[in-house]
C-alpha cells in the first residue's frame, strides 16, 4: 500500500455528475452496464463544469485519470474541456465503481443493506459485494502507477462514490469500513486528497 503522506504528487478527488442511475435510483456497478450505459443526465453535465468553475487549484497541466465507467469518463471529458488539457484522460479499471455483487440493477436503497454490513465489519460481504479492502487496494494500485510516472503534477481522480469514500476514510487513518461517517461526497464535488 502506498504511504500517502510521502507521496509526490498533489492529488484531487472528484466523483462523477449525476448520471442516469442516479435519476433511475438504481444500482450500476458492473462493467457490464455501467461501462457502455448509464451515462450522465443533462443535469450531471452541467453540475461537473459548474463543480470546476467553483474549485481552485487545477489547471491546464492536470492529469486526469478517470474510471473507465461512461459517467465517469463523461464526467472526465467535461472537466479536461474545461481545463483545456490538451493530452488524453487515462482510464483506469482501478478506479472503478465498487462491485455491489446480487443488487446490480436493484433499487439503490439497497445501498443501505451493504453500508449496515460495511459498519458491522462483515467479512466476506454477503450478496457477492466487493469488500471495502479490495476497493482500497484498487486505488493505491493506481496511485503507485502514478507516482511511477510523475513527479510534482496535479492529478485529479474521477471515480464513484464508495470508491471516492473508502479512500477518504483510509486518508482519515480510518478503516475503510467507516466509509459512511465520512463527510459525504456529493455528485461532482471535488476535494483536494490528504488536506
Same mark, same amino acid.
Given at each position: 500500500?502506498?504511504?500517502?503522506?510521502?507521496?509526490?504528487?498533489? +492529488? +484531487?478527488?472528484?466523483?462523477?455528475?449525476?448520471?442516469?442511475?442516479?435519476?433511475?435510483?438504481?444500482?450500476?456497478?458492473?462493467?457490464?452496464?455501467?461501462?457502455?450505459?448509464?451515462?450522465?443526465?443533462?443535469?450531471?453535465?452541467?453540475?461537473?463544469? +459548474?463543480?470546476?468553475?467553483?474549485?481552485?487549484?487545477?489547471?491546464?497541466?492536470?492529469?486526469?485519470?478517470?474510471?473507465?465507467?461512461?459517467?465517469?469518463?463523461?464526467?472526465?471529458?467535461?472537466?479536461?474541456?474545461?481545463?483545456?488539457?490538451?493530452?488524453?484522460?487515462?482510464?483506469?479499471?482501478?478506479?472503478?465503481?465498487?462491485?455491489?455483487?446480487?443488487?446490480?440493477?436493484?433499487?439503490?436503497?439497497?445501498?443501505?443493506?451493504?453500508?449496515?454490513?460495511?459498519?458491522?465489519?462483515?467479512?466476506?460481504?454477503?450478496?457477492?459485494? *466487493?469488500?471495502?479492502?479490495?476497493?482500497?487496494?484498487?486505488?493505491?494500485?493506481?496511485?503507485?502507477?502514478?507516482?511511477?510516472? +510523475?513527479?510534482?503534477?496535479?492529478?485529479?481522480?474521477?471515480?464513484?462514490?464508495?470508491?471516492?469514500?473508502?479512500?477518504?476514510?483510509?486518508?482519515?487513518?480510518?478503516?475503510?469500513?467507516?466509509?459512511? *461517517?465520512?463527510?459525504?461526497?456529493?455528485?461532482?464535488?471535488?476535494?483536494?486528497?490528504?488536506?
Amino acid at each position: 500500500m502506498v504511504d500517502f503522506q510521502g507521496v509526490k504528487n498533489k +492529488y +484531487y478527488i472528484m466523483r462523477h455528475g449525476q448520471s442516469l442511475a442516479n435519476a433511475e435510483k438504481v444500482i450500476v456497478s458492473s462493467p457490464k452496464n455501467g461501462v457502455r450505459g448509464y451515462g450522465l443526465t443533462k443535469q450531471g453535465k452541467i453540475q461537473a463544469a +459548474y463543480a470546476l468553475a467553483h474549485f481552485p487549484g487545477l489547471d491546464r497541466d492536470t492529469i486526469i485519470y478517470a474510471s473507465d465507467f461512461l459517467r465517469t469518463r463523461q464526467t472526465a471529458a467535461i472537466v479536461g474541456e474545461n481545463l483545456k488539457i490538451g493530452r488524453d484522460i487515462v482510464l483506469s479499471k482501478f478506479l472503478r465503481e465498487r462491485f455491489f455483487g446480487d443488487w446490480e440493477l436493484t433499487v439503490d436503497d439497497n445501498y443501505k443493506k451493504v453500508w449496515a454490513d460495511d459498519a458491522k465489519k462483515i467479512s466476506p460481504p454477503k450478496h457477492n459485494v *466487493e469488500p471495502v479492502e479490495s476497493v482500497l487496494n484498487r486505488i493505491f494500485s493506481c496511485i503507485s502507477d502514478i507516482e511511477d510516472k +510523475y513527479r510534482k503534477k496535479n492529478i485529479l481522480l474521477v471515480s464513484h462514490g464508495d470508491t471516492l469514500q473508502i479512500f477518504l476514510a483510509f486518508l482519515k487513518g480510518w478503516p475503510p469500513s467507516r466509509h459512511r *461517517e465520512v463527510n459525504h461526497l456529493e455528485v461532482a464535488q471535488i476535494r483536494r486528497a490528504g488536506s
